[in-house]
Each structure stands twice: as structure tokens, then as C-alpha cells.
T-cell receptor, first 111, second 115 residues
């Protein structure tokens, strides 16, 4: 059964810092890996989708990498801003199963 | 991009009421739809998976008689919380996928509060 772990659980940084969020998964037979953002009381916003054949994806200040063989992904956020404050969720499907989510990293960027 | 519409976004009702939540895929045909539940400060937990025209598959611990799921068309799935009680208060999020190796697209969620 797929298990997804995210480290750290919470992170507080001053504005402008670069930061890395970590995600690990136990079953490497995945089609893709997705990173989402969730603001308090809101739904999910898809940030990046990495196909299993890819090693990284970039969108603006966000860069996600995938090492499928070791079961790891990282989300790099450059020059963090207070508006980046949210919970970041990593999720993977495996086989026929739907997305399995990690517990998320709660990010606070302090002005 | 693909859009999933979920309605209503907020529901407040009395204990014992049944509540229906709709999930629609607006610009693609959703072969499979998923229902997740999220308690405060927790991650999303899968409740059930439904394929169009088939009975839903429920995760362990989810009562199928309490959470009725219908996926009668390729663009609509409904979740009905029957005889809701305060412990059913949660954030319910639907998701839809066109085919197996395509990403899941998510609705904006429904916040259900049972008084």
C-alpha cells in the first residue's frame, strides 16, 4: 500500500529565502507525482505534475524534482513571498489507485 | 485546463438531515471519480472510487450505507450523506480523472457542518 511522507510538517521562513520541501513514497510504480497547494479552508490548487519519465518540472519560482527509483521528490521555492504561505501537499497514484496524499507541509513566510 | 465543479461549497444543516453534494467535470469525460474527506489540519483521505455506471468501491472504514455515491454519467457524480450527524462535519472534496494515466482534477470542496 502506497504511503507518502512529507518533511518537514511545518516551516517558517523570512521573506526572500529559498526553501525545499521533501516528499517520499514507498511504492515506486507511479505514473506521475503531483504537488498541490491548499490555503486554509479552501480546495486544492495544482502546482506541478511530473510524469514518471521526467526528472523535474518548473513553473515560475517553483521547481519540482523526482527520483522515482529512490521514492523521493522535492519542491524548491525560490525567493519566497508571504503569499506563498499555505499547506503544500505531495500526492502520487500507483497502479490503479487514486492519488495518495502526504500530510503536507505548512509553510509560513514572514514579511 | 480541465475543470471540476463541486456544489454546494457550504452546507449547514440539522442532525438527521441527508445532504447531497454534486461533482461535475465540465470539459472532459470523467471515467473515474473520487471522493475525499479532510478533517481540520489533516490530509485528504480517500473515501471511495467510482467508475461510471458501476458501484463505488469504498475504502476500509467508510460506511457505504451512510455515504451513497452515484456516478450515473461521465460528467456527474454525487455523494449523499444520509442521516448526517455532527461527527460527519468535514470538508469533502471530489476529484475526476479521464483515463488511468492522466492527472486527477479536483473540485473546490464542500464544507459540511452538522448542528
Amino acid at each position: 500500500k502506497q504511503e507518502v511522507t512529507q518533511i518537514p510538517a511545518a516551516l517558517s521562513v523570512p521573506e526572500g529565502e529559498n526553501l525545499v520541501l521533501n516528499c517520499s513514497f514507498t511504492d515506486s510504480a507511479i505514473y506521475n507525482l503531483q504537488w498541490f497547494r491548499q490555503d486554509p479552508g479552501k480546495g486544492l490548487t495544482s502546482l506541478l505534475l511530473i510524469q514518471s519519465s521526467q526528472r523535474e518540472q518548473t513553473s515560475g519560482r517553483l521547481n519540482a524534482s523526482l527520483d522515482k527509483s529512490s521514492g523521493r521528490s522535492t519542491l524548491y521555492i525560490a525567493a519566497s513571498q508571504p503569499g506563498d504561505s499555505a499547506t503544500y501537499l505531495c500526492a502520487v497514484p500507483s497502479g490503479n489507485t487514486p492519488l495518495v496524499f502526504g500530510k503536507g507541509t505548512r509553510l509560513s513566510v514572514i514579511a | 485546463g480541465a475543470v471540476v465543479s463541486q456544489h454546494p461549497s457550504w452546507v449547514i444543516c440539522k442532525s438527521g438531515t441527508s445532504v447531497k453534494i454534486e461533482c461535475r467535470s465540465l470539459d472532459f469525460q470523467a471515467t473515474t471519480m473520487f471522493w475525499y474527506r479532510q478533517f481540520p489540519k489533516q490530509s485528504l483521505m480517500l473515501m471511495a472510487t467510482s467508475n461510471e455506471g458501476s458501484k463505488a468501491t469504498y475504502e476500509q472504514g467508510v460506511e457505504k450505507d451512510k455515504f451513497l455515491i452515484n456516478h450515473a454519467s461521465l460528467t456527474l457524480s454525487t455523494l449523499t450523506v444520509t442521516s448526517a450527524h455532527p461527527e460527519d462535519s468535514s470538508f469533502y472534496i471530489c476529484s475526476a480523472r479521464e483515463v488511468l494515466d492522466q492527472p486527477q482534477h479536483f473540485g473546490d470542496g464542500t464544507r459540511l457542518s452538522i448542528l
